[in-house]
């Protein structure tokens, strides 16, 4: 008989922002928070997640969040693990390490 594969665990990470940190609209100054969209999608996919069961790590951007601090306790309540994505979404190439450090840090509180 041969023996059963070894269990893979399966990781599952989500990166909760606003929808113009993803478009390079921010850099513009273009984007407008809409903490209603966010929240709706976010209750939508942690519904999804419960109905199977799953579990993951949310990268939450302080930006985004800043005005929703609820959001990141419901991901939390949900049994989910929090993860900072960073407050600006700014890479870490372009800043460099001491403003890096500041923008996590700012992330976090």
């Known amino acids: ?6 269990t893979v665990p399966n990781i599952l990470t989500i990166d ?3 929808w113009y940190h993803l478009s390079g609209e921010q850099i513009r100054g273009q984007g407008r928070l809409r903490p209603d969209i966010l929240a709706r999608q976010l209750d939508r996919l942690l519904g999804l997640l419960a109905r199977h069961d799953c579990r993951a790590t949310f990268f939450c951007l302080g930006a985004s969040l800043v005005n929703s601090p609820e959001l990141v306790r419901r991901i939390a309540a949900a049994g989910h693990e929090i993860g900072t ?3 600006g979404h700014q890479p870490v190439a372009r800043i460099g390490l001491p403003a890096f450090r500041q923008d ?6």
């Open 1 to 6: 008989m041969t023996p059963a594969p070894p």
């Open 16 to 18: 909760v922002e606003d």
């Open 85 to 87: 994505h960073g407050w």
């Open 104 to 109: 996590l840090l700012r992330s976090t509180r």
